[in-house]
């Protein structure tokens, strides 16, 4: 049975009761339910409060920027008040409580704080996710994120991990968690066995960590077992496979049967709760992904529970769903003893943070005040100064840069913006000259305060006179503000004309900077283009700070990982 006292939870003897008395008291069909998460998205007020009096999940990662914050904190003030057992409202915020709130803050992404060198913009990034979140009731977040990024095309992580040095990332995760308890919301490290290896998203496939036993123990397996030390309570399993150990823990185990973590014995039950010694709550990644079937749902989600995961994230249909979780415990599948264990392990997790004492005193609303906290001038300053750390100079080759307002004035200006393969975006239409109206307003606008003239580029078959260029323009700059999410498995340059007049074909006749401000590994396509930028986010204070740079009146403070060569030698050129 569950240790209540030692790590992750040390309750104290109150809490402990609670634990005990509370699952004691529930029905078979309450325990059922409280094994499910979802964000419940498209509900009103009455229908969130239908809905949970009918299925009382254990967790909601609530969407507060589809409501405004000030009413998803009465709607989640509401809810707890109303609920038998209090809910963990967690959100997605790896990068600051932008990931949760309307106006929260953008700190620093994963690649952004790996720029900077300084695991304190980690903590910060959590820290300031506490803070704005837990301000319209949040008490959960989906992050840290503690994968490697090993492969230059996998674009799922590309901006999200802290990068290829094992010892970095586990102090960044170390920090950010931090940074998080400070405020009460509790960290859920993902996505365990560790992303990063291969290139394909599992929001698509089931994906795979290749590495042998000794190398996952000397990375990925460094990260866990320091945050496990340190008292981690939530762990996300992910649909990733780890041939290696799961050959070691079960040699019998053919490889057509292999099964990614949140749906492996060897891995949720050998590995991470046996060798590295995990205690605390497993959630799965969300199940609505691709990667979660590697066999019919039905017989999923009673294995996912069984093979050691306490909480499944994501609902398909709810009857459905917690009838094929009543089928499981009838058949055997999920054992009595397994799911004491599961629901021990949820209340105990409310319990570290103190919801059941809250639930007593009936104070679950922060109070309106609070809301001043979500975007604050503090919190912005902190997030400009990640700015100035992060913005690198990739590469300079013909020492064009800096560009001097004063010498080159008159700037063409290419924008590649939007989301790759989403129907309702420019790009995935087809790139139009100039981007996305908000991200090329903000960067002609940063080019103008700076002293430079601006004219966006036409694309066009026609590339004209290289005279005719050149007496147009001093210089050009290329900016792309790329993004994807579940759609494509790797994300590359698309540029809205075959042979576009736009391309960088210039690059021998005009200075050319081409500046990203999402990924990372845009080298691979425009790989001679002269002076390569990569600066992290889209915020006006990136934006800001990156063309500060181009003009020469801030050096470039960023460090760039090998990976942006893409593994090619005429990247460096």
């Avoid at 560009?403 to 200006?413: A, F």
């Amino acid at each position: 049975m569950v240790d209540l006292r030692g790590n992750p939870f040390y309750l104290d003897e109150a809490g402990e009761r609670w634990v005990k008395e509370t699952e004691a008291a529930m029905t078979p069909h309450e325990k059922v339910c409280q094994l499910f998460a979802d964000p419940l998205m498209g509900k009103s007020r009455e229908e969130l409060i239908q809905f949970l009096e009918e299925y009382p999940l254990a967790a909601i990662p609530f969407r507060a920027a589809l409501y405004g914050n000030e009413e998803a904190q009465d709607i989640m003030a509401e809810l707890q008040e109303r609920a038998k057992i209090p809910y963990l409202y967690a959100g997605n915020c790896e990068s600051g409580p932008n990931g949760a709130l309307k106006g929260g803050t953008l700190v620093a992404s994963g690649a952004q704080v790996r720029a900077t060198r300084d695991a304190r913009y980690a903590y910060e990034v959590g820290r300031i996710t506490g803070s704005e979140t837990s301000a319209v009731g949040y008490n959960w977040t989906f992050g840290p994120v503690g994968d490697i990024y090993g492969n230059w095309r996998n674009s799922l992580i590309n901006t999200r991990a802290y990068g290829s040095d094992p010892q970095f990332v586990s102090d960044c995760v170390e920090a950010y968690n931090k940074g998080c308890m400070e405020y009460g919301v509790v960290p859920c490290l993902k996505h365990f066995p560790g992303d990063g290896w291969e290139e394909r998203d599992q929001h698509l496939a089931i994906s795979n960590n290749g590495l042998t036993c000794e190398e996952w123990d000397k990375t990925y397996g460094k990260i866990y077992q320091t945050a496990i030390n340190h008292g981690v309570l939530s762990i996300m399993a992910a649909h990733f496979t780890l041939p290696a150990y799961q050959k070691k823990l079960n040699p019998q185990l053919e490889e057509r049967d292999m099964q990614p973590a949140c749906l492996s014995r060897e891995l949720i039950g050998g590995l991470l709760r046996g060798r590295l010694g995990f205690h605390g709550l497993v959630v799965t990644d969300q199940t609505k992904m691709m990667g979660y079937y590697g066999m019919s749902r039905l017989d999923a989600i009673p294995l996912s529970i069984a093979c050691g995961c306490d909480m499944i994230l994501g609902i398909n249909d709810i009857e459905e769903d917690v009838e094929a979780m009543k089928a499981g415990l009838k058949s055997g599948i999920v054992t009595e003893e397994r799911l004491t264990e599961a629901i021990y392990r949820i209340l105990a997790c409310k319990a570290a943070i103190g919801l059941h004492r809250r639930k007593e005193s009936g104070s679950f609303h922060p109070g309106k005040e609070a809301l001043a906290r979500i975007g604050c001038r503090e919190h912005l300053e902190i997030a400009r100064e990640a700015s100035q750390k992060a913005v690198t100079l990739v590469k300079n080759t013909k020492g064009q840069l800096p560009l001097s307002p004063e010498v080159y004035k008159k700037i063409g200006v290419f924008v590649l913006s939007g989301n790759v393969g989403s129907l309702n975006s420019s790009y995935g239409q087809g790139v139009q000259s100039g981007g996305s109206d908000q991200i090329t307003e903000r960067i002609l606008a940063a080019l103008k305060k700076y002293g430079y003239e601006p004219e966006l580029m036409v694309s066009s078959v026609n590339k004209g006179k290289i005279a005719d260029f050149k007496a147009k323009y001093d210089a050009v700059m290329i900016f792309a503000d790329i993004t994807s999410f579940a759609q494509t498995n790797s994300v590359r340059l698309l540029w809205p004309h075959p042979m576009s007049s736009c391309y960088p074909w210039y690059i021998h006749d005009v200075p050319t900077v081409f500046t990203s401000f999402n990924y990372t590994n845009h080298l691979v396509d425009v790989a001679r283009v002269p002076a390569f930028i990569n600066a992290y986010n889209d915020t006006p204070e990136t934006v800001d700070e990156t063309v500060k740079r181009i003009a020469g009146l801030a050096p470039f403070e960023g460090n760039y990982d090998e990976d942006v060569w893409c593994g090619m030698w005429d990247t460096h050129f």
